[in-house]
């Protein structure tokens, strides 16, 4: 089993998630061609970890790269992005891909990302090692971000989250579940969550967006996702957690009135895109109750986070907004 | 077999498509409880000809009616809006109904429709009577418009194109097409139609929307759409035909680059919504040549114009831009 | 007493307000100087009737004209704008004025107007004989519009309603009441009416706004005043009536789901501004259980609209939404 | 000398310009591929008169066209633009042209208009006969609109107003002098004049731009001119006249501060564009004091209206905001 | 008599206004569930200093805490927010609370903030003791931001300083100053500023608002305000200083075209909203000259900066731009 | 000869250009006066190096001061803005001037700038010495920015790249040539180069601008420019290179996909406005194949970067995008 990255709590905290001392793990040069590395996905793979990564070039053309990481901390991404290979004739390839997530679920690893097909949407693929990848039909018409798929089939049926969004930097958004019976066709689309009152939850006020995949607990299945303000100098995206009901997904049964990160060290605050903390994935140790989280800062880099699950499911359920 | 309504051309008019000389045909309030009445969809039913009517109430909500008619020109219309028993359980029904298209595929009648669902998207349902209605899943996530099926199934699924949209006056706008093996589950969206450029045919260069339930020609499916001008005074729609590929409807051979109809008379120009006409049905009378187009005016009251099927295609064809 | 203004309901006609057959009552052209005459405010007087009127100048400089009339529809409007005196010395006198109301309180008629004073606010001023005018403090701070004043103090203090804007074509607004011991310090200030959702009543989504005077009933208050949707070609005004509590007027008892008018001739469709029913006034015989509605079409010219006050109320409780 | 077209004012009206009763002259139709015709410039020419018209085709694209009148009232419009060829090697040429103004000048007949070039500029041409056109360089870098040449050289140069623009559908905008020693390389830019403050003459405050070619009179250049509010439903235009130094055009001298004509025919609030005057070409007949002034309509139709230069002179003087 | 904050101007500074060397003397992290701390009040009380704090929670909902100081620096912020009873009864009560402003005038310290309710509007409270606070009545209707009391009566009446508003990232503002008999009705509003011409001044062009509560000198009120411009990335707030006449104070004697501060420390420049220096409180010793202001740093932390009275004063004299 | 700036490429950067290693050579408060000091321009004169600098003054008026250097790096500016004289009689003179760029062709020093003249446009001027400057008429119609002039004359003309742009923070923005006999008089307007596509080379997808005066290689004009990307949090400028024609210079033979910088410093990521690299000049040392080029960090510092002349066209021609 694989050892997830992990750092005690610093004495004094009280957080109930707290960030890695040498952060960021993954600079914007981390490739000879990345503008910025950030927005990444990360899962076990064999002895180590794999992962996808949204590398930026110096173009700041969007596209995604596999990497791999013995301890789930050094990272190396490989120079070339993924080459997708079609899954079926007839598929379509998009402009550009970006904000992956990545997913293992029966025989293999699914990749979900934001693919440009006149617009952004939601584009899937898959690998079953990380060498060979294959392009299945997008999800959703445009527009679109932020699909996160599902660990397991619910009631026999692929179940991914998704946001619909507009064709520019969306001023709004909710979170909603479809699901599919062949990852090709989707429906039952449901509602999920929207963005809180003003006065009530000013960091997710504007829009949300689902963050890491998933993964079930005793209270059901636990997400990180992200909620947006807009300041009066632009977009401030923090940190917050969901549970969702284990049985029927698309019921949110609890979801943090506050923040779990906002941003506040520099490598957050500062970069592409100031005031970003955006995540993606995480691991879990549920054995040990260890959970850690990987997060893009500042449109810029990676960053990853750390928390006792059964602390994050207790604060979740005890500072709840509906 | 239903004859459909017919005017011939006036005299000394070399127009492809010319308006019914008593238009409008329904007017604003042609139920007790109307604000307006347009944008609505008609097909052959029995002798005559049944349809579903947008009817705005006098608190401008949005619902969507039956009517009945003899001669396709003077309808009654249910002063009730259609009550849906959903198909199947756990049915979502949305806040609102508007712009329906209807059209007879196999073994019923099906309607689609704009459906208030956390914003727009498209709704579907059916009846084989125009008295007990089934709503069934919304096709998409928001934020949709103006879904129109084929009439027929393409390699055995169903087809339906529709409009990608944001939550308000969406100011931009193409055409894709989805299919579905069940009418359930929607993928394999393929993208049909944009906007043009400004200098090459200005009163579609905003957006577009598919208009009419195509019908098959030698040429392959004819149908009818609106394409919008975005003017210092707001949008404008006229109308326009095109003929898609017979047995790759998502794949548009021709389409015209001149308008068919654009708001010129006083119904057109001045009502709720200025200078708009939406075309949503056509009947059909193949073995005479004749079509009957129905199209909504200025967001107000309902009109008809004609043609010869055999003027618009070779009209379509010589005036082609794609 | 003056007999106002009345014709029966057209026969066949089932609406609870109906408009005069000989519209618009007063055209833009009423003074030599006018571009338009609209929004004006009528009250009885003496043996008949006197106005305060807007009429913007060729150069479409706003500005308040008195007016009178012997029957209520042919008007005498005064060629020079009325010259207020100032009641106060150090008192500010603002740029332009326009949209007046006038209500007779305790010993004088109360004229109320958006009054420009970098940036519109509610003007105060008063005549005995409406030969004389005096202006008093702006009630409120900039930005605000439509100030209407109730006919009778509430608990010994002035109560004035008033529907805060911003500086542009305000795409929002609520209408609150503020209460004053002496006409010239304003406090205690209360919503009472927001614009209604989309979905529920969408002719008042996007703002609304006191209209007429308020007269006493024996349900409360009965006003009439405008909502307002945003098309995509613009705003729409259309007219609805409300019912507010007799000893506390801040409370809305009631309020119209549907319109009671909306733009649908050509005197309110097309004009200045196209689509705009927007009324300031009403005169009242509550003897015979008439009322007669003064409002502005299209903002170009004054039209006039009928109704019996017990129908009006009735309406308006079993056709409520708040 | 051709006799312009000419009405007398009507009985009992105290216009300064007045419509001629058969208005509008020229309809949306009047060649066989025109969706509208307006924004129009005409010349004396010969025994009779030329003109250049804006006619938008049924695609809606902008060209202009070469037309010919006995009585300036009745036209013959060529059925197909005019096709200009380069005046130099290495001219480059536009995408489309609109809103043209003819001038004579020393030996031939001068055109300029909207030139689409990477965005709208101002387009120069030249002609001697109606049928050879010549395209010269256009005069400015984008984006422009409404460039007017005078009639005569200043100081041995020629003199051109415009108004810079932005690329959409601006909303501000001066009017501005630029000369040229060459028709060729232009400099010495002057602001003119700008939008007037709201209070002041709001038909005229969001922006303006000149519109018929000046005319010498013992006051200085007579023009007319077009001026703009944005009100909540859009843009409505109206026509105003300034008149200019003699020596020193680029000194506005006088210039209404009401205006002379606003949109109050249906031919003017109803249309592709509702609520739109736009002037571009005046005849006059000197000796005989009187002029004639030729309009677009609604973006749909030409329309003409007649003064008397001295009583016009005399009104701008007296009536003047600077 | 407290001793106020000091720290000695730095050596070979020119600067009139010099920051604290061990700025900020707040943190964000101040209490244990504070997302942030700024825009913040400071009073003296009792033998140190008294205060009410923004904190914005992890929620990012806005409240204001009180706090004591000693020495002005280090400070105890209460763990919980102000919890007011109502004054009177009939008593409304906001949905949130920021940016507080502290005066001590007459018999008790008057609190005025930004207070939710429909909009922000300025709220009013008071405390004798700093335990016990009571709320009053909101003092104008929304929306408005920035409300500052003067601490003495003028002709016998409160005066309040305030800048209206619209509901979002208001793009616009000017300062004015309302009266009141009784704190409860307010009258006659004075425009006192309005934003400076971008050529002038372009740190002020956009909005501004009042900051500290001005303090009486041999000059007039001297009073801290901030300043914006709208960049291309957003607003950025400095300070300026302006000097109100001692008995009409509405009247702006002097008013500073050089900001006093502008962010250029990562204090100010990084954090939840960057480039933003908010001033809302002054401590001064008169009699030694001096005077220390609390601003906020990035909407994030509290700062403080010095300087002696007599130099801001002659500053702002001889750098005015009314 | 003088010796240019230089530091060789830190061991192990591939970068094609780097930066100082002591940026910012000149900081914010340069001079006494000076909110911030950027976006300037230099040139090698007499033994050492002359300038022209954007000196922001702490009222934020913008404007352009001489300054000297021995060694490129150390600067002493004029603490007293240029005082131009005007080259003509009549000549018109700017509020505010920014962004200036200095070119010596035949006998002087040419400067261009950004001038206020009721809205941006090209200023231009002269100066033999540095210490006398002459101001002649503006390029262009406002509204336009970043005015650059190349070295030499064109086929006996002079030759002037510019932005047209709008009155506010222009969202869009394509590069021309202009071509002037006189530099008074200004035509042949080309078009040059473009935004690119977002999905090709997102950091130049919203605008771009000419930046140093290009210089002669054996490959054509080698120019350093801007380009801009409209991030959720504004914009973002980074910087490019391209090659033109030497003898047809509005001919982009080649331009970089890739930026050369992009903001990753502190001083370019955190200032008046974060995120800004903006070049204005460039000292070439052709012998030696040096480069040195000067630009604006954040708006609020001047720094500089060095690289290798045959380099950066090797990487231009084989990364390039037209």
Same mark, same amino acid.
């Given at each position: 089993?694989?050892?997830?990255?992990?750092?005690?709590?610093?004495?004094?905290?009280?957080?109930?998630? @707290?960030?890695?001392? +040498?952060?960021?793990?993954?600079?914007?040069?981390?490739?000879?061609?990345?503008?910025?590395?950030?927005?990444?996905?990360?899962?076990?793979?064999?002895?180590?970890?794999?992962?996808?990564?949204?590398?930026?070039?110096?173009?700041?053309?969007?596209?995604?790269?596999?990497?791999?990481?013995?301890?789930?901390?050094?990272?190396?991404?490989?120079?070339?992005?993924?080459?997708?290979?079609?899954?079926?004739?007839? +598929?379509?390839?998009?402009?550009?891909?970006?904000?992956?997530?990545?997913?293992?679920?029966?025989?293999?690893? @699914?990749?979900?990302?934001?693919?440009?097909?006149?617009?952004? %949407?939601?584009?899937?693929?898959?690998?079953?090692?990380?060498?060979?990848?294959?392009?299945?039909?997008?999800?959703?018409?445009?527009?679109?971000?932020?699909?996160?798929?599902?660990?397991?089939?619910?009631?026999?049926?692929?179940?991914?989250?998704?946001?619909?969004?507009?064709?520019?930097?969306?001023?709004?958004?909710?979170?909603?579940?479809?699901?599919?019976?062949?990852?090709?066709? @989707?429906?039952?689309?449901?509602?999920?969550?929207?963005?809180?009152?003003?006065?009530?939850?000013? @960091?997710?006020?504007?829009?949300?967006?689902?963050?890491?995949?998933?993964?079930?607990?005793?209270?059901?299945?636990?997400?990180?996702?992200?909620?947006?303000?807009?300041?009066?100098?632009?977009?401030?995206?923090?940190?917050?957690?969901?549970?969702?009901?284990?049985?029927?997904?698309?019921?949110?049964?609890?979801?943090? +009135?506050?923040?779990?990160?906002?941003?506040?060290?520099?490598?957050?605050?500062?970069?592409?895109?100031?005031?970003?903390?955006?995540?993606?994935?995480?691991? +879990?140790?549920?054995?040990?109750?260890?959970? %850690?989280?990987?997060?893009?800062?500042?449109?810029?880099?990676?960053?990853?986070?750390?928390?006792?699950?059964?602390?994050?499911?207790?604060?979740?359920?005890?500072?709840?907004?509906?």
């Amino acid at each position: 089993m694989n050892l997830i990255p992990w750092e005690e709590r610093p004495k004094g905290s009280k957080d109930v998630v @707290w960030r890695y001392s +040498q952060n960021p793990i993954i600079n914007r040069d981390a490739i000879p061609t990345s503008n910025s590395v950030f927005n990444s996905a990360v899962v076990p793979y064999k002895d180590g970890f794999a992962g996808v990564f949204r590398c930026d070039n110096k173009a700041v053309q969007m596209n995604i790269f596999a990497g791999f990481s013995d301890d789930g901390i050094n990272w190396k991404i490989n120079e070339n992005p993924i080459n997708f290979e079609a899954h079926d004739k007839g +598929q379509i390839l998009g402009d550009y891909k970006y904000d992956p997530r990545v997913v293992f679920l029966e025989d293999r690893y @699914w990749i979900t990302w934001c693919e440009g097909h006149n617009g952004p %949407t939601i584009g899937i693929g898959y690998t079953f090692d990380f060498k060979e990848f294959f392009q299945c039909e997008s999800a959703f018409l445009p527009f679109n971000r932020n699909g996160v798929l599902l660990p397991e089939k619910i009631d026999g049926k692929y179940a991914m989250m998704s946001r619909p969004s507009d064709n520019g930097h969306t001023p709004f958004g909710d979170i909603y579940m479809s699901y599919s019976p062949d990852m090709k066709y @989707w429906g039952e689309h449901r509602h999920m969550m929207s963005p809180t009152p003003f006065k009530d939850s000013a @960091w997710q006020c504007t829009k949300i967006g689902a963050g890491s995949v998933p993964f079930l607990t005793n209270e059901g299945w636990l997400m990180f996702y992200h909620g947006v303000i807009n300041t009066c100098n632009g977009f401030r995206y923090a940190m917050g957690s969901a549970i969702l009901d284990t049985n029927q997904p698309h019921i949110v049964k609890y979801r943090t +009135q506050p923040y779990l990160l906002t941003p506040s060290k520099t490598y957050e605050q500062v970069g592409d895109v100031p005031n970003v903390i955006f995540p993606c994935a995480s691991l +879990q140790d549920v054995k040990n109750d260890k959970v %850690t989280i990987y997060y893009g800062g500042a449109d810029t880099i990676v960053a990853i986070a750390f928390g006792y699950i059964s602390e994050i499911l207790a604060f979740t359920k005890n500072n709840s907004i509906i």
